[in-house]
């Protein structure tokens, strides 16, 4: 896992604390989380949905909507912290240094403009080149994310192409500037499962050619195991166990992550194991533990007493009482 002392950190987030303004009063979405993801590496951020991944990803990336406030926490991208830059500041550091891969790639293209349009004011706005060399990156990009005869892909719209060749314009765009950390929410949930690997297999790829930094964002435990070196598990907005990979698949020790690992698929299962119960709503959270309706070894403490994220040894972290 990263050290702190490590120089090569690109992306340092400190105690975190992200909190929704609605009519029912303040919530906490993501809840004192510290992460370190270094030069070259990919972190992955586990969890249902509702735990906060996203929410923390939007806050690195000063994207949150208007009722939503980084509460407390620093975020470190290099040495600048950007929690202290306006929105302006950001917009030069977004789709440049650090470049988001989102969901649905349907959405975020925009239907009435061609996708050269769409990848050319990317590179004009960041790398003030334009015209005949704006498309000349245009095409590269695109030659880059393997789509074939990328010259004429530059004149269609987004609902001309299939989603997976959505998704690698999308990708395209976001390698079109050469960021140094690259953020994928979930970017093959609104695939096709055939098509998934492929881009899953793109990214990192790319990844690894650039020596790009890379902060993925999943629910599935198997695509951490496939990409990352470090994962963190989140629930009901904290980070439950933060662990190398290897850790996590041969001794996991947080029981939410051990009930993850039980309801993956495997060959030899017959059916596959659930966590019983829901998430709880961030909005009615329960005293103690959050995990503890549903935790198959809670004892008497977990109700009342808020388990602390504590190192282990061997440098993993976990939150539960188990491990006091
Ligand atoms: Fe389970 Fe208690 Fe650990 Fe929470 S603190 S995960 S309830 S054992």
Known sequence: MSQDSNVNIVLKVEGLSTVFCTEDGPIKAVDNVTF???????????????????????????????NAIIDSGKIFFNDMNLTDL????????????????????????????????????????HQNIYDDKANKRAIEVLSQVKIPNPERILTNYP??????????????????CKPRLLIADEPTTALDVTVQAQILDLIRYIQKDEGMSLLLITHDLGVIAEMCQDVIVMYAGQVVEYADVLNIYKDPLHPYTIGLLKSLPTQDKTRLEQIEGQPPSIGSLPSGCYFEPRCIKRMPECKTVSPELISMSDGRKVSCHLYK
């Open 36 to 66: 370190l993801l270094e030069k070259g590496k990919v972190l992955g951020i586990v969890g249902e949905s509702g735990c906060g991944k996203t929410v923390t990803s939007l806050s690195i990336l000063k994207l949150l909507p208007n």
């Open 86 to 125: 306006n929105q302006e500041d950001m917009r030069l550091i977004r789709g440049n240094k650090i470049a988001l891969i989102p969901q649905d790639p349907l959405t975020s293209l925009n239907p009435v403009y061609t996708v050269g349009d769409q990848i050319r004011e990317v590179i004009e706005l």
């Open 159 to 176: 609902h001309e192409l299939s989603g997976g060749m959505r998704q690698r314009v999308i990708i395209a765009m976001a390698l079109s």
